[in-house]
């Protein structure tokens, strides 16, 4: 059965480092979201991407975060410069259309020190 | 604005007894999705069931059975004859046409099935 992986699963950085976090959808979905959950708490939606463009973002999706799809398999978040307060597991999900059900990564579990 | 609220934080019930997570969503728009998600102690959010407006029919999977009703604006699932395995977070999440796919969730109910 097709999934969505993701790497690394745990990260730990120093705070104003640069991370980067990546994924590989489904392969014949067009459709790719990030998702973060603070520890304990909802998940909640950072940006959903189309044909190489963002199509929503959330206000916590800000000039920090970026994301890419440098190739036809890879997604990418990028966080610029870290923050105490960005550390959290990070889900990437893809669907086949904005409509359809997404089917969620395992995560990547981010730690800013 | 969309908000999905799940009141019941935790539950706890012994196994074989049935259980229903309430979830209540608030949305302005006449085309959403409702989705149930599962994220077991591992940490992976799993699938469960995605329902448009539309289609108020109950559906029933297993031990698992939805209830949508749009009149009280609620989405509720029960667990019948629950299992230790059915320990869990579950979340319940909305999705309104024309915003990009983007996902609401609820806080979450925390089911814990004791032996």
């Known amino acids: 059965e097709p999934e969505v992986t993701q790497t690394p699963s745990h990260q730990v950085t120093q705070m104003g480092q640069e991370v980067i976090l990546r994924c590989v959808p489904i392969s014949n979905h067009l459709y790719f979201y990030w998702y973060r959950q603070i520890l304990g708490q909802k998940v909640e939606f950072l940006v959903s991407f189309y044909n190489n463009e963002i199509s929503e973002k959330s206000e916590i999706f800000d000039d920090q975060f970026s994301v890419e799809r440098p190739d036809g398999s890879n997604f990418t978040l990028k966080i610029r410069s870290t923050k105490l307060e960005d550390s959290a597991m990070y889900f990437c999900a893809s669907s086949g259309d904005f409509q359809e059900t997404q089917y969620f990564g395992p995560g990547t579990r981010l730690l800013v020190l | 604005a969309q908000k999905v609220t799940q009141a019941q934080t935790e539950i706890s019930v012994v196994e074989k007894e049935d259980v229903t997570l309430d979830c209540v969503y608030e949305?302005?728009?006449?085309?959403?999705?409702l989705f149930w998600y599962k994220q077991p102690p591992s940490g992976e959010l799993v699938f469960l069931i995605r329902r448009n407006s539309f289609d108020e029919q109950n559906e029933i999977s297993g031990r698992y059975s939805w209830n949508f009703q749009k009149s009280t604006s609620s989405f509720n699932f029960t667990i019948t004859a629950s299992q230790v395995v059915d320990s869990a977070v579950y979340f319940c999440?909305?999705?309104?046409?024309?915003?990009?796919?983007?996902?609401?969730f609820g806080q979450g109910t925390e089911l814990s099935v004791k032996p």
């Open positions: 949305t302005r728009d006449t085309t959403y999705y």
């Open positions: 999440a909305l999705s309104v046409y024309n915003q990009g796919g983007k996902l609401i």
